[in-house]
């Protein structure tokens, strides 16, 4: 690790003038992908500003038929939510299934889709369940959100504040696990909304997308079935010694039908 | 039987100091005037080096010094050294080019040592590394195993034709070639074994201090064999005389092979402590232990059995190409030629067996032994082989495997392939095996397991191993530089206690407690009254240490040695204490009496009686501490059948482990608990072999699975409930009745899980590690 300024800001504003005044400053949440690049030497901000401190970006609210949670809220909070568990299972076992104990406990939502590694949980669900992004400056849509691998909407300086989750009807989030990082190989997060259905695939491309045509497919009815005829392109997937593109193209179509199996 | 003595489960008593945090390994270690070490290491697999500008490095902040291969040469330290000669089919010796510690115009791997930059600070050390300017010119690499030795490969040492370190021809290729074209039918299979990073828990480290009054090197090493470490480096790396140089292996943590082999970091922390005249620490962070740790296994082999119209087997022939990585690590070539070829019979009375190993460098981290060594090879390719040999000829895989066993009345059994084994019985570890494991029930499980969409299989492997390594005559003819006895000193203090002083090492094993227990079987002493002390060249006398399964069945009978010794030395006092004739001294429980009197005596006050000797017999030394050496007639052959079965998700590809018998035959148990815990290490160390560890060099030499991230070691959650049993004969060679059990786990699981999923899917093979992409292709290729 190369030396830096440590700052611990007690509010979003602070924050804000602090990273705007860095040379090359970094916002750490849980620090579970940062800390490490800066250990290895791969990373080298002047200035650190831990949202750590920042009371108001912590914390989980339902309000009607949206669950708020706070930026800073750790995904064990999430997974051990009796509000989330109640609205939104799928969101609770989908914290609760990130990295190890360790690292929930640590990691945050807000820095998971901040830092938008192309394998993260989160940006499933942002994505599927129509969240809204909420920023010290604006919202922005949930699927507007995640532009490219580890690239997002977010300006400059710009901080997570919290993301809105409507709740579904059903939903359901199925991730293939990397056997070493365990990272989604390929995770699809499917709900049913009032509306229409939605999903969202993690892992299997450069970024969390939406998933149309899984969508189109279950506008026919919302069963496992519904997908049989259903293909991922093979020339859109990472492929990588893990698994090819063509497997994960597979995965797509497996997950995604175990999702709707489980929305039932 | 004394309370806490051979075959009582206790408790281990290392395990005080390491679940309280107070263990001491080497990076706990902090002495005066220390300074930081870290290495400069090649980014490139294979490349010239032009030129190494050290100034930048050298003026920055907290510098003391910059070290190159130049300054090594010039001191005249090194190269390190292979201690294992095999013979190439042209007569000649093995391939050896020159291992430079730090390199000398030429890096051969990624992770190759350059410079050694020693600055006041850790952090310092590694900016100033960062500046340490090295001109490289890239070379073509070779990174395929496979492919090392084709015609116009590019060429990686001048003293290596074709990047070929030796070809090795066993047995008789003519009688083989006989009984293959008279045979009723031939199985064969091409199989992959795959490469391993060893990834002990604790990466290596070094703390070299000098003291100039003395002109005595020390150094802490992460070693399992500081007398070995401390022999090379004098002997061969003209480091300092051996009298001169203190070797200390302090808690360890966890070894499994890669912490047998003389490194070049510990010379170049052992040489630059002296050079600089300051203590040097280097602590290898995980990056640095992917990328220069030796790593294990990586074979590519082509076997074949002839067969009888009864499924006898009638000759085996393998042919094998072994990556031995870039240069020749301490026991490189040993590992894939007479710890592999000789494994060949495995448990089967199969008469000819010939085999070929072309032994290849690649621009690829050193390979060497990793838990097993060789045996974890030569089981996979005949258990593998045994069981496509029962689908061609349409037999059970446990009936072709006992149409084959080596009676149990055959014992000694003389092997084709140079082993004699001394002992074992291995159709009642089958029979125990299949039993525990509910074989006849496994029809009725499959079929439920088909109506929740999941492929159940079941797998047997029946293996054989050479451990208790070894009698130091064998090692001698072929071609090893050292002997392989060990060590024991059973030491009473005057109060009674006993300390014990042993050549192995414990870096995991339980040896304290386990060696503890011996003596107080023998000796009758209260368990707590006894410390095992080891690792410490200042403290124990020449030892080998703890490798291949060897502690106990080598070690242990030293200690035991010992123990006689003291004995018969107490007769003695305890006859002239008690006024009696020697002859009619008894001794047992810790008590000496005299036949048909009340009349007993404690070894406690023998002992005091030995330090104390006032009235005392004629002609006998004082003190109470004896000295022993074993060097075993053979080797010991633990063996056993291991039976897994497993559940494929055909949609995935995804393999889970549902069931694991382990029944093995490993002679005595001293401790059964600690043997059932490297029993279970063992086998999911075999678990991470055949599902989950895949070490991935790209075309270009690059380690692409140098993190946990890409690299997927075994979890809690990747093992099922063990099963676990022993079917034990006696070794009539070994005095304790023991054999040796830490690699029996790794060496009978990766065959059993993947003759599972084989049997699963349909499928005639599937390549280690079992991944879910290549268990799902093999469905569709199977479909």
Redesign the interface.
Known sequence: MYEFSYHRPASVAEAAELIANAADGKLVAGGQTLLPTMKHRLASPSDVIDLGGIAELSGIVVNGNIVTIGAMTTHAEVAASSEVREAIPALAALADNIGDPAVRNRGTLGGSIANNDPAADYPAAVIALGGTVRTNRREIAGEDFFTGMFETALEEDEIIVAVDFPRPEAASYMKFENPASRYAIVGVFVARTAAKPRAAVTGATACAHRAFRIEESLQAGFGSSALDGFEAPVDKMNSDIHASAEYRAHLVKIMAQRAVAACA | MQENGIGASVRRKEDQRFLLGKGRYTDDINVEGQTYACFVRSPHAHAEIEGIDASAATAAPGVVAVLTGDDLAADGIGPLICGVTVTSDDGQPHRAPAHPALAQGKVNYVGDHVAIVIAESL?QA??AA?LVEVNYRPLPAVASTADAANDGQQQIHEEAPNNICFNWPFGDKAANDEAFAGAHKVSSIDLVNNRMVTNPMEPRAALGEYNSGTEEITLHLTTQNPHVHRLVLAAFNQLAPEHKLRVVGPDVGGGFGAKIFIYAEELVVGWACRKVNRPVKWTADR?EAFLSDAHGRDHVTRAEMALDENGKFLAMRVITTANLGAYLSTFATMVPSYLYAFLFAGQYTTPLIYSEVKAVFTNTSPVDASRGAGRPEATYLLERLVDVCAADMGLDPAEIRRRNFIPKDAFPYQTPVVQCYDSGDYEAALDQAMELADYAGFDARAEEARGRGKLRGIGFSSYVEACGIAPSAAVGQLGGGVGLWESAQVRFNPTGNVQVFTGTHSHGQGHETTFAQLVCDQLGVPFENIEVIHGDTAKTQFGMGTYGSRSLAVGGVAIAKACDKLIAKGKKIAAHAMEAAEGDIEFAGGNYTVAGTDKAMNIAEVAFNAYVPHSYPEGVEPGFDENAFFDPMNFSFPAGTHICEVEVDP??GEVEIVDYTAVDDFGKLVNPMIVEGQVHGGIVHGIGQA??E?C?YDKDGQL??AS??????PRADNAPEFKIDYAPTDPPHNPLGVKGCGEAGAIGAPPAIINAIANAIGAKHVEMPA???TV??ACQSAN
């Open positions: 952090t590694r900016d960062e990056t949609a995935t599902l989950l895949g991935h692409v699975t946990y991230m890409d690299y997927a070691m991944t879910p992409e799902w292709r």
